[in-house]
């Protein structure tokens, strides 16, 4: 068997902590709750918010990682993406520092694809799944005030919509404030982490 993140083997799943999965469509806000959640649990070792290694420039909303597609596709040759997934034409992968944290036990919240999930558990012994949700003209309107797409291209997000491979475990109708959804979050984690410690 070949190395791979974080020293795990080929066919061995990441444990024993948790990789907390939070999915939903382009526009529910998934990054503005996690931020949220990112500043209540600042300064705790136990949890880990990934920060995405994309194959797009740096720019406006989510602050990720920026590499080549070559240089993602020889990292991910050599095995050191814990997970990875295509989507909207673009390459995401966690890094090892995922692997690492879960090996001690910790959780890891990551702002993930529905596409992935069972490439997800096949990867990880504990994954928990938030499905952050929104109405459609919601999300229309926070793509476009994004800045990120052409209305084309918001228009064929809107269209996309993959089905969860299960139920997730919290679902959050992201219409409220987003305290109110970030409080949710918040909630959930803690209760994750009370029960992996």
Partial sequence: MTNTAAGAREGDRFG??????VV??????KDTLIDIARARFAGDPRVLFARRLVTRPSGTGEAHGTLSEAEFDALLAEGRFPLSWRAHGLSYALGPEVAEVIAQ?????ANGSRATLPEARRRFARVRVVHVTAPVPVRAARLAMRGRE???DIAERLARAPEL????????DNVGTPTEGGTRLVAFI???LATVA
Avoid at 16 to 21: I, R
Avoid at 24 to 29: D, I, K, R, W
Avoid at 105 to 109: A, I, Q, S, T
């Fill in 105 to 109: 036990g910790g959780v890891v919240v």
């Fill in 16 to 21: 024993p902590g948790t990789l907390l999965l």
């Fill in 150 to 152: 052409s209305a084309d």
């Fill in 165 to 172: 491979d299960v139920a997730p475990d919290l679902t959050i």
């Fill in 24 to 29: 939903g469509p382009s526009g529910a806000g």
């Fill in 190 to 192: 803690a209760e994750e």
